[in-house]
């Protein structure tokens, strides 16, 4: 029996992978996770808003990858760690979602909820540091970040897969 949950670890730990690989690969792509991570982003910018007008508008993009960080330090406290790193896939695809919307900084092409009356938050914190010109490489970073929360993902689940969470 413990063989089998063994393999089905693991199993599930090289699908989620090659999914978040595949995220990886082309960020671009709208799915079925960037909804609720659109919710989280913009609930940040309320939680953020007593701390002034950067951070409201930084709070967005902060708590979309702050929340799924909260779930790996959860399961890693509750010594899980298969469920921690399952957990860390998502805070690498929340980063490579975060990165497609600070590429976006000068361009200004993706459609905001709220319209194009709409603050464009990473044209706003660029702007305010002085920094537009450097969209690609900051954008950059954030998307080698998310890649290697992947891989670490894959790596941590892979290696865990034979352990048993209770």
Not at 104 to 128: F, Q, T
Request: a neutral charge; one cysteine or more.
């Amino acid at each position: 029996m413990k063989a089998g949950i063994g393999f089905l670890k693991l199993a599930v730990a090289v699908a989620a992978g090659l999914y978040f690989l595949w995220c990886a690969w082309d960020p671009t792509i709208w799915r079925f996770i960037d909804g609720t991570n659109l919710i989280i982003h913009e609930a940040g910018h309320v939680v953020f808003s007593p701390f002034g007008d950067f951070l409201r508008i930084a709070g967005g993009s902060l708590f979309q990858v702050l929340v799924p960080v909260v779930f790996v330090g959860y399961f890693f406290s509750q010594r899980q760690p298969y469920s921690a790193c399952l957990a860390l896939f998502w805070v690498g695809e929340s980063l490579l979602n975060v990165s497609v919307y600070a590429g976006d900084a000068v361009a200004m092409s993706l459609p905001l909820l709220g319209g194009s009356e709409m603050i464009h938050d990473w044209h706003y914190l660029l702007s305010r540091l002085g920094a537009l010109n450097a969209t690609p490489q900051v954008a950059g970073t954030i998307r080698a970040l998310g890649t290697l929360a992947i891989v670490a993902a894959i790596i941590g689940a892979v290696k865990n897969s034979c352990n048993h969470e209770h």
